[in-house]
């Protein structure tokens, strides 16, 4: 592994995972190139990326950085035109699209932006969804799909349908769908964009519950006050990697806390305070 | 894990993919009422119109059946017949039946029990000074009795002397007492035919046969000795009415008058029959072929509202991959193999179909019912359980093809550009 592993990113140095533990995404050399009549548009230019068992990263990047094209490569719903992309341990680029599902099955939670829950469905049945398309938990899947509801604080909510639950219970929904296969990977695709301020707060720290228990999470927004949860920030530009810093080490995060600690605040933190003067008064 | 569950895992897996896609169907059906139950209309009326046409069909087959049967099944008739290619030299008087012939086939054909020549004419009837025209008068031998079932109500039939001495003696059936007037019991009663006077020895019976159209109660009948008719008439033509021993031996009742015949009229080997045969078997073998006609046509009809029925379900399956295009990206991104998203929406197409189908069934069954309770003659109408289960068949079939394209559009549908549909 250590062979492997001689890119030289500031992630590399001893993080809070350690320098011992074992890699859940190994990138190197990867291009996308995407063909749009006679243009050849470049996604995607040598991006090498390694992420270690129980980080937690989030990857930003303006439009059109290719932060999308690495977040679909990265949850394998499309192949790497060249590069290599071992993800816990399979070569990913040498598969077809069957075994592809099955490693987004297996391997990989997805966490959408619009939460993408199936409207006539109850949250266990959603959350009971990808053990449909395995065989694995062919006995347990209903006893599985409690326990992760459990886990994400919807014990009560099994029975609901989507739309009788708030945005913030969806998403949590969503992200007890994501976990019933034990991934090895948590991939979140702008998972607050359709959230409020307060709900919002509400799942990053369901995420930094999670990532406090050892789940490997990685997610894509531009929203720098989510980004600060991740303890490492990856930033993209023009299909490259532009900068791979801890969070506290990142020069762009740090200069934002400085604008924001002269200016109004984040809108995060003033979410929290609320809910804590909230919570007082009550108290 | 245990043995038991790597066993039958995949098999449990398969399984419960089917059940709960089959169920999402019916969920998608329900939900979408007004929609799918227009999607299933014409399969419904195809499958509905076919098994009801299917159910009559049976009903006029057991009822047809039922009259022959009254009818009798042994019987036959022949004629003389001049073939389309001796029709310049023979002549129809050349070819007709001879009382002669009669007696050699009786004497010689062992199949044949009883025989009885028919000849029939209309006739000016005059009795007590009242004049009934064109009454029908046909000329027989004693056995027809015998043979078409019909016994003396009153007095008695033709004796052998009244065929020997050309006597005229007649009988007559209750529509032509009515008609002519006559006594309740005519016996003893002369009666006048074609200006000669006939004593009337007897009433007899009349056969209800509605569908057959012969000797209906409303048709007036009167019977002389087959002799006595000739002679009065030497011109009328000849048929014969003949009874076998044994239905089950038609042909071989047919094969041996055709050679006694041929024989007896010199026929050469290669020279058509100068005479007809035909018998309750071949009537019944022609109703068959017009039924079996009308099923086929049916089965056409059904086939072609299966592939209107079938277009209608491909466009809705269409319009649904098309609405549903994140919830597939969804699945495939959660895991969902391409064929099993296929498998989807195949299944969810044959359900569609299936449960058309079953609809029109019982709508055909219904229709059925109706018939066989409102339509005296229907009442053995029914649909027999091999169309049900090959109206199922091909709903089933209708909806594998028509659902076909469908999903395989939904299979190979790309998961990253199906998410972000709108």
């Given at each position: 592994?250590?062979a ?15 320098a ?20 050849r ?20 990047g303006?439009?059109g ?40 099955n ?6 959408f ?19 449909l ?29 989507p ?7 969806r ?5 007890a ?7 090895a990977?948590?991939?979140?695709d ?27 999470i ?58 804590a ?7 | ?36 139950s227009?999607t ?66 009786l ?60 006597r ?47 000797g ?29 021993t044994?239905p ?86 959660v895991?969902a193999?391409p ?16 449960v ?43 909806g ?19 998410l972000?549909?709108?």
């Amino acid at each position: 592994m250590s062979a492997t592993t001689a890119i030289p990113t500031q992630a590399d140095a001893p993080a809070r995972a350690g320098a011992a533990a074992p890699a859940t995404i190994e990138i190197r050399g990867l291009h996308k190139v995407y063909k749009i009549g006679e243009e050849r548009v470049h996604a995607l230019r040598d991006v090498d990326l390694t992420i270690r068992r129980n980080e937690f990263v989030a990857i930003m990047g303006a439009s059109g950085s290719g932060k999308s094209t690495l977040m679909n490569i990265l949850g394998c719903l499309d192949g790497a035109t060249k590069g290599a992309y071992v993800l816990n341990g399979r070569p990913t680029h040498k598969m077809g699209m069957g075994r592809l599902a099955r490693v987004r099955n297996e391997e990989i939670g997805f966490i959408f932006q619009s939460f993408e829950l199936l409207p006539r469905a109850s949250a266990l049945k959603n959350v009971m969804l990808p053990m449909l398309y395995s065989a694995k938990h062919l006995f347990s899947a209903r006893r599985r799909a409690k326990r992760s509801l459990e886990m994400v604080g919807l014990a009560d909510r099994m029975g609901h349908k989507p739309n009788q639950l708030s945005g913030g219970q969806r998403q949590r929904v969503a992200v007890a769908r994501a976990l019933v296969n034990d991934p090895a990977l948590l991939l979140a695709d702008e998972p607050t964009g359709n959230l409020d301020s307060k709900t919002t707060v509400e799942i990053i720290d369901l995420f930094r519950e999670l990532h406090a228990s050892g789940q490997t999470i990685v997610i894509v927004t531009h929203e720098e006050d989510v980004a600060g949860h991740a303890e490492r920030i990856v930033r993209l530009r023009d299909g490259e990697v532009m900068s791979d810093y801890p969070t506290n080490d990142d020069p762009v995060h740090q200069d934002w806390i400085e604008r924001m600690a002269s200016g109004q605040g984040s809108r995060l933190e003033a979410a929290r305070d609320e809910t804590a003067s909230v919570e007082g008064a009550e108290a | 894990m245990n043995p038991f569950r790597i066993f039958f895992a995949p098999l449990v897996f398969i399984l419960r993919l089917c059940v709960q896609t089959a169920f999402l169907a019916i969920g998608q059906i329900f939900s979408r009422f007004v929609r799918s139950s227009l999607t299933m209309f014409g399969i419904i009326i195809g499958v509905a119109v076919v098994i009801g046409t299917i159910g009559g069909l049976t009903g006029m087959k057991g009822f047809v059946l039922k009259e022959f049967e009254t009818f009798g099944a042994r019987k036959m008739f022949m004629w003389g017949y001049v073939p389309e290619d001796m029709r310049t030299t023979v002549s129809w008087s050349d070819v007709k039946l001879t009382t002669y012939e009669a007696n050699i086939i009786l004497e010689r054909a062992p199949s044949i029990e009883k025989l009885s020549p028919i000849c029939s004419m209309r006739m000016d009837a005059n009795y007590d000074g009242k004049l009934v025209r064109g009454v029908d008068v046909s000329g027989i031998w004693p056995d027809w009795h015998d043979i078409e079932d019909r016994q003396m109500i009153f007095g008695r039939p033709f004796s052998r002397i009244d065929i020997e001495e050309n006597r005229q003696v007649c009988f007559v059936n209750a529509a032509a007492v009515d008609e002519m007037k006559l006594d309740t019991d005519p016996t003893g009663d002369y009666l006048q035919l074609g200006g000669r006077r006939f004593l009337i020895v007897g009433l007899v019976e009349t056969k209800d046969l509605q569908f057959m159209g012969n000797g209906g109660d409303a048709q007036s009948e009167v019977f002389i000795p087959f002799e006595t008719h000739k002679m009065m008439n030497p011109y009328t033509w000849t048929n014969f009415l003949l009874q076998m021993t044994d239905p089950e031996q038609a042909a071989d009742a047919e094969a041996s008058i055709r050679f006694i015949l041929r024989k007896h009229r010199n026929l050469d080997p290669e020279a058509e029959d100068t005479f007809q045969i035909r018998m309750l078997q071949s009537v019944i073998e022609q109703f068959n072929v017009m039924a079996n006609g009308i099923t086929l046509v049916a089965s056409i009809i059904v086939g072609f509202t299966l592939l209107v029925g079938g277009v209608g379900i491909m466009n809705i399956m269409l319009a649904s991959v098309s609405e549903r295009t994140r919830e597939i990206g969804l699945r495939k991104a959660v895991g969902a193999q391409p064929l099993v998203v296929l498998l989807q929406f195949l299944i969810e197409a044959v359900v569609l179909c299936v449960v058309g189908g079953a609809i029109g069934v019982l709508i055909g069954m219904g229709i059925v019912t109706l018939l066989r309770q409102l339509v005296s003659w229907m009442s053995e109408a029914a649909v027999p359980p091999g169309w049900i289960i090959l109206a199922f068949g091909a709903c089933g079939f209708c909806g594998v093809v028509s659902g076909m394209f469908p999903a395989i559009k939904a299979a190979s549908l790309n998961p990253i550009n199906a998410l972000r549909h709108e």
